[in-house]
């Protein structure tokens, strides 16, 4: 049984089914990028002062300074995307699914299941090798994507399980008539429907026959 989050308060009778957040490896590319504009930094202020010999207007102390500063600031970027990353958690229960992200202040959407209309898997080149990707869910009254369940390990699993509390949430939801709405399909009702007049037909063939006889 998955335990209720510190951060949202449940219905008496909703019940989590799943929890999880993104990969932390997602701001390893904001850490390369970091990394890399530093150390050019440095290597430019190595090469002012010490190979390139050029005469400067400001001492070979100032121009390390700037080297330094640019560093400090370039490691806010993979700062920020570590918080953004640790201060975001997604939640699935029996009647909604939830996304909380904020790192001052805490900012929770949520959707009810029986108003989702579209789920769909996104899965960049390295997300099909490692198997993560994004779950992008739609409503039926909204202009698109409502949101985004970004960077994912193992994907698949939530999509399934949200499929399936989705069913179920319609199943509860009643129609228009008051009655429970089917969780069956219009075609599969078609099916059977055929199916039934098929055998239907060869019952009254084979009384035909033995009437006959």
Do not use: C
């Not at 390369?32 to 400001?58: E, K, Q, R, Y």
């Not at 970004?150 to 939530?158: A, G, I, K, M, V």
């Not at 989705?166 to 009643?174: G, L």
């Not at 098929?198 to 009384?207: C, F, G, P, Y």
């Amino acid at each position: 049984m998955v335990p209720n989050p510190e951060w949202l308060t449940l219905d008496p009778d909703e019940e989590v089914v799943w929890a999880g957040k993104p990969r932390v490896r997602r701001i390893i590319s904001n850490v390369a990028t970091s990394a890399f504009w530093s150390i050019a930094a440095f290597v430019a202020a190595f090469a002012l002062t010490s190979v390139l010999s050029v005469d400067l207007p400001l001492p070979n102390r100032a121009v390390w300074g700037v080297a330094v500063l640019w560093t400090l600031l370039q490691a806010i970027g993979p700062v920020q995307a570590y918080l953004r990353t640790k201060n975001t958690d997604y939640l699935l229960t029996d009647k909604n699914v939830y996304k909380k992200t904020g790192v001052w202040s805490e900012n929770v959407t949520r959707i009810r299941l029986e108003n989702i209309q579209n789920t769909q898997l996104k899965k960049d080149f390295t997300g099909k090798i490692f198997d993560y990707g994004t779950i992008l869910i739609s409503t039926a009254g909204g202009g698109g994507v409502e949101m985004a369940i970004e960077d994912l390990d193992n994907p698949d699993e939530l999509r399934t399980e949200l499929r399936t509390k989705m069913t179920q949430a319609r199943d509860r939801e009643p129609d228009r008539s008051g009655q429970r709405r089917s969780s069956v399909d219009p075609e599969t009702i078609q099916t059977l429907v055929d199916e039934a007049q098929q055998l239907r037909e060869a019952t009254e063939t084979i009384e035909h026959h033995l009437t006959d006889v």
